[in-house]
């Protein structure tokens, strides 16, 4: 049982929410490694190597925040993030041996959707930094603004991408 004063943070419960959001960013950043790789020498590509750097970053960044509030890296729960991700490949894309275009449209809305989860994560810890004094409100703020900027990249990148997925000449 965690003992703990009223209006402190359950650190056994923000263990688990860490590390649930770790497991996540690992399938993120193998996610758009792989997406970036299979652009490799397109302007998808380009587009996409810095948001994968930014992603890289931010679960280092969340491994950071885990340290300074003393909270273990449940290595199962990463590595059930990687393995997931990598089952997520095995879905049927309408083609056996070439990549689709449906692949590249599907991987960037997951990637936006990740993204948003990664930002709702980033608020959540923001809300709790006037109980936790370890949690530091600036450091959210840059990740909270990287994490919209990931999104409005990422959400043009979609639009345009599903012109191209479903038209042959792309509708803009």
């Given at each position: 049982?965690?003992d703990?004063?009223?209006?402190?943070?359950?650190?056994?419960?923000?263990?688990?929410?860490?590390?649930d959001?770790?497991a996540?960013?690992?399938?993120?950043?193998?996610r758009?490694?792989?997406?970036?790789?299979?652009q490799?020498?397109?302007?998808?590509?380009a587009?996409?190597r810095?948001?994968?750097?930014?992603?890289?970053?931010?679960?280092?960044s969340?491994?950071?925040?885990?340290r300074?509030?003393?909270?273990p890296?449940?290595?199962?729960k990463?590595?059930?993030?990687?393995?997931?991700?990598?089952?997520?490949r095995?879905k049927?894309?309408?083609r056996?041996?070439?990549?689709?275009p449906?692949s590249?449209?599907?991987?960037?809305?997951?990637?936006?959707?990740a993204?948003e989860?990664?930002?709702?994560?980033?608020?959540?810890l923001?809300?709790?930094?006037?109980?936790?004094?370890r949690?530091d409100?600036?450091?959210?703020?840059?990740?909270?603004?990287?994490?919209?900027?990931?999104?409005?990249?990422?959400?043009?990148?979609?639009?345009?991408?599903?012109?191209?997925t479903?038209?042959?000449?792309g509708?803009?």
């Amino acid at each position: 049982m965690n003992d703990r004063s009223p209006g402190a943070v359950d650190a056994d419960l923000l263990g688990i929410y860490l590390n649930d959001h770790l497991a996540g960013a690992t399938a993120g950043v193998e996610r758009v490694r792989h997406l970036t790789r299979s652009q490799r020498g397109t302007e998808l590509g380009a587009a996409l190597r810095p948001v994968a750097a930014e992603i890289d970053q931010d679960r280092r960044s969340l491994v950071d925040i885990m340290r300074a509030v003393d909270v273990p890296v449940r290595r199962y729960k990463a590595y059930a993030g990687w393995l997931g991700e990598k089952a997520g490949r095995l879905k049927t894309n309408g083609r056996l041996v070439r990549r689709s275009p449906l692949s590249t449209l599907l991987e960037l809305e997951l990637l936006r959707m990740a993204v948003e989860g990664k930002a709702s994560g980033w608020q959540s810890l923001r809300r709790l930094t006037d109980v936790e004094p370890r949690l530091d409100a600036a450091r959210l703020d840059e990740l909270l603004e990287r994490a919209a900027r990931q999104q409005r990249t990422l959400e043009e990148l979609r639009s345009r991408q599903t012109g191209e997925t479903f038209t042959r000449t792309g509708c803009g």
